[in-house]
């Protein structure tokens, strides 16, 4: 056996722990599973005690190599308070708890970024090639889920290294009458400032629905004003008959938002030269796939004038893999074991 690392994944949902054999296999460096648990984030008060419930499961205490968990949240100084959780993590913690000589806090969006770079052909689905040839460069990463993530991967000549964002509080830059309309709808309903998480996320895509209908540009779909009245989120259902195009506003609302995330992730790659590529992550795009085809999703990315084409020539491509995240902990924490 390997050196064993530990890795992790922490949501405001779930926890997800693995310990992997951190292999150097013939086609380059690879992580073995040896185990791993998912846990219900708020059944447990600190990370540290459900920490140590994973680790008693299985003694594997003290032949652990390094760590590296990822967490919804801002790390500064090694240390993290988690978004949606009455947690403080600290790399100190995690060291101690797990016996590692290294452990390394990252942003989720972080991890998930650079398990990015390991992810076989199967976990990913196209939808730009480019004309580059080589995934060398920085590369950016843009996830519309709950909210809006972004990070990114700098390449530096040998290795890429990521980076956390919080770009997804940016402000949002409409780009068309339609767009600057929808700008002046949010405005009136957020009372000023207006991110691209108003706009790409779940709660973003139900934000682009109301404001079709509250403008006046189509009429209300029965089933989804059903569900608003019921006290639901009606992003899912928008999202379904968006899909199947038996709603016109409905499919409206997904290809204005289809079209969107296609131009934020043209301004990340601009604004990070991503020569590397750009991933598409998060839990809606594998979902609407069909949308990002029809919807401009490319046709935006695109549409960066004089630098078209630059953009031409950059990979595009959906992370299908929902286990990114606690991977790329997994790779980091191999890194961290060879220096």
Same mark, same amino acid.
């Given at each position: 056996?390997?050196?064993l690392?530990?890795? *992790? &994944?922490i949501? @405001?949902?779930k926890?997800?722990l *693995?310990?992997?054999d951190?292999?150097e *296999?013939a $086609?380059?460096?690879?992580?073995?599973?040896v185990?791993e648990?998912?846990? !219900?984030?708020?059944?447990?008060?600190?990370f540290d &005690?459900?920490?140590q419930?994973?680790l008693d499961? %299985?003694?594997?205490?003290?032949?652990?190599r390094? !760590?590296?968990?990822g967490i919804?949240?801002a790390?500064?100084?090694?240390?993290?308070?988690?978004?949606?959780? /009455?947690?403080?993590?600290s790399?100190?913690? #995690?060291?101690?708890?797990? %016996?590692?000589?290294?452990?390394? +806090?990252?942003?989720?969006?972080?991890? $998930?970024?650079?398990g990015?770079?390991?992810? /076989? /052909?199967?976990?990913?689905?196209?939808?730009?090639?480019?004309?580059r040839?080589?995934?060398? =460069?920085?590369?950016?990463?843009?996830a519309?889920?709950?909210g809006?993530g972004?990070?990114?991967?700098?390449?530096d000549?040998?290795?890429?290294? /990521?980076?956390a964002?919080?770009?997804?509080?940016e402000?949002?830059a409409p780009?068309?009458d339609l767009?600057?309309?929808?700008?002046?709808w949010l405005r009136a309903?957020? @009372? *000023?400032?207006?991110?691209?998480?108003r706009v790409l996320s779940g709660?973003?895509l139900?934000?682009?629905?109301?404001? +079709?209908r509250?403008? %006046?540009?189509?009429d209300?779909?029965?089933?989804?004003?059903?569900?608003?009245?019921?006290g639901? &989120?009606?992003?899912?259902l928008?999202?379904?008959? =968006?899909l199947?195009?038996?709603?016109? #506003?409905c499919t409206?609302a997904l @290809?204005?938002?289809?079209?969107l995330?296609?131009?934020? !992730?043209g301004?990340?790659?601009m604004?990070?030269?991503?020569? @590397?590529?750009?991933?598409?992550g998060? =839990? #809606?795009?594998p979902?609407?796939?069909?949308?990002?085809a029809?919807? =401009?999703?490319l046709?935006?990315f695109?549409a960066?004038?004089?630098?078209?084409?630059?953009?031409?020539?950059i990979r595009v491509?959906?992370?299908?893999?929902p286990?990114?995240?606690?991977l790329g902990a997994?790779?980091? $924490?191999?890194g +961290?074991?060879?220096g």
């Amino acid at each position: 056996m390997g050196d064993l690392v530990l890795a *992790g &994944d922490i949501g @405001g949902t779930k926890t997800v722990l *693995g310990l992997f054999d951190a292999e150097e *296999g013939a $086609a380059g460096p690879a992580l073995r599973a040896v185990r791993e648990e998912r846990f !219900a984030s708020r059944e447990h008060a600190s990370f540290d &005690d459900l920490l140590q419930r994973f680790l008693d499961a %299985g003694g594997e205490r003290g032949r652990v190599r390094a !760590a590296c968990v990822g967490i919804a949240g801002a790390v500064f100084d090694g240390v993290s308070h988690a978004t949606n959780l /009455p947690w403080q993590l600290s790399e100190a913690s #995690i060291a101690r708890a797990t %016996g590692a000589p290294r452990a390394r +806090l990252l942003n989720d969006l972080e991890a $998930a970024a650079f398990g990015m770079l390991f992810l /076989p /052909p199967e976990a990913v689905h196209v939808l730009h090639a480019g004309t580059r040839g080589d995934e060398r =460069g920085n590369v950016a990463v843009v996830a519309a889920g709950t909210g809006l993530g972004q990070a990114f991967l700098w390449w530096d000549g040998r290795r890429h290294h /990521p980076i956390a964002s919080e770009g997804g509080h940016e402000d949002f830059a409409p780009q068309s009458d339609l767009e600057i309309d929808l700008l002046r709808w949010l405005r009136a309903r957020y @009372g *000023g400032h207006v991110s691209w998480e108003r706009v790409l996320s779940g709660p973003g895509l139900r934000n682009l629905y109301e404001f +079709l209908r509250e403008t %006046g540009r189509y009429d209300d779909a029965p089933e989804v004003r059903e569900r608003i009245r019921a006290g639901g &989120d009606p992003s899912p259902l928008v999202s379904q008959l =968006g899909l199947a195009r038996t709603s016109e #506003i409905c499919t409206a609302a997904l @290809g204005l938002f289809a079209r969107l995330y296609g131009a934020e !992730a043209g301004n990340l790659a601009m604004r990070w030269l991503a020569t @590397g590529g750009v991933f598409v992550g998060g =839990g #809606i795009a594998p979902k609407i796939l069909p949308a990002l085809a029809w919807g =401009g999703f490319l046709e935006a990315f695109l549409a960066k004038g004089r630098f078209t084409p630059l953009m031409e020539s950059i990979r595009v491509a959906v992370c299908l893999e929902p286990r990114a995240g606690l991977l790329g902990a997994g790779h980091y $924490a191999r890194g +961290l074991v060879r220096g």
